[in-house]
């Protein structure tokens, strides 16, 4: 009979020895992430190394030979975190973000990013885009749309005087909580949280409770930090929260829709080269007549490119004036696109042309 303690430790000297491997290979790579470095030059940064383009064809690669028993999602994450670290061993990137820390907006960083990135925290979306164009921050991560809730038009409308370019974007799967010094719902009075934050969770609130007064803050972390502070206040936030200021989860995944998830958008300073599955984000005004929109729209029908969104928003150029945001499939080198832009000049008063990205990964 084989003895249970001799199998164990053959197994675990088996895993030892594929750390080991690993480790080594990990290594390896490092090395080789230098050698790009030598490469291009001396005196780069770590901006000018980074191609989302590169990022997403390796992690698709990932993808496609991963045969389990680990899921797509957590094969990216971890070849994410070493491509995070490779890239950062000079000069990690630097991206701001919705703050203060503990923000969905930093976990949607990491999950883009990785933890080697330097992660900036702001006080408003609207920072976020100034110090991106400022140079302070390499990229920015902004929500832009909830699967319930809807674009976010704050995010939209500085769009309109930006000229921040969309690198990338990034879908996060939101459980909301209530966190509290309480352990219980008893003695709860106020509930603090970001106003989409609220609106995500407004049946549970109703149901659980009925007589607290909601506090629409400027982010669930600002919302986190200041139930801190009140032992009759709670906050709604992520687990992460909970634990950057010291709450207990009084109620675990309390939004009201199952399938809560927010997207955002990675901005930078530049447009970048095709990926094999890219969204182009679009920019185009039009004059207040009949048929412009079906005159803007016709030329993606006409040259197959297929449409993923639109969303109008007030052009802030005059009384009546729209812009149309639009997202469509492929990159805007890609000869359809291109030729339905062309087709538009002469019906749409602006095309802006705000980023061809990577389609979020899982």
């Not at 191609?51 to 094969?75: C, F, I, K, W, Y």
């Not at 319930?148 to 769009?159: A, C, E, H, S, V």
């Not at 407004?202 to 919302?223: D, F, M, Q, Y």
């Not at 890219?278 to 039009?286: A, F, H, N, Q």
Request: proline share 5%.
């Amino acid at each position: 009979m084989n003895d249970p303690k001799s199998s164990l430790t053959q197994v675990r000297e088996r895993i030892d020895s594929i750390d080991r491997q690993i480790q080594e290979l990990i290594s390896e790579r490092a090395n080789w992430a230098r050698e790009v470095a030598r490469v291009k030059g001396e005196g780069l940064s770590a901006i000018d190394y980074y191609r989302p383009e590169r990022e997403a064809h390796v992690l698709r690669m990932v993808v496609d030979r991963n045969q389990g028993p680990l899921s797509d999602t957590e094969m990216v994450r971890l070849f994410r975190e070493i491509m995070s670290s490779c890239l950062a061993q000079e000069d990690p990137l630097k991206v701001g973000y919705l703050g203060p820390e503990g923000t969905f907006s930093e976990q949607a960083v990491r999950k883009h990013f990785g933890h080697a990135a330097y992660g900036l925290p702001l006080g408003s979306i609207e920072e976020v885009f100034q110090e991106v164009a400022a140079g302070h921050a390499d990229f920015g991560v902004v929500p832009v749309e909830n699967s319930g809730q809807g674009m976010i038009q704050i995010t939209l409308d500085l769009f309109l005087t930006s000229e921040a370019r969309i690198c990338g974007e990034v879908e996060l799967r939101v459980h909301q909580c209530l966190l509290s010094q309480r352990e219980a719902l008893d003695g709860i009075k106020r509930v603090y949280g970001h106003a989409q934050s609220l609106q995500q969770c407004k049946t549970w609130l109703r149901v659980n409770l009925p007589e607290a007064e909601c506090i629409a803050v400027h982010s669930n972390a600002e919302g986190a930090r200041l139930a801190r502070h009140a032992d009759d206040a709670a906050a709604i936030a992520g687990a992460i929260a909970g634990k950057v200021y010291g709450l207990k989860t009084v109620a675990h995944a309390i939004e009201d829709r199952a399938d809560n998830t927010t997207r955002f958008l990675v901005i930078g300073r530049s447009l970048f080269p095709p990926s094999g599955n890219d969204r182009t984000s679009l920019l185009i005004t039009v004059n207040d007549k009949p048929g412009a929109l079906y005159d803007v729209l016709s030329p993606f029908a006409k040259h197959d490119v297929s449409m993923n969104r639109i969303e109008s928003r007030p052009a802030h150029t005059g009384k009546w004036q729209y812009a149309f945001f639009i997202d469509v499939s492929g990159h805007i080198d890609d000869a359809p696109l291109q030729a339905a832009l062309k087709d538009m000049g002469p019906v749409a008063t602006q095309v802006r042309v705000l980023g061809s990205y990577p389609v979020a990964l899982p």
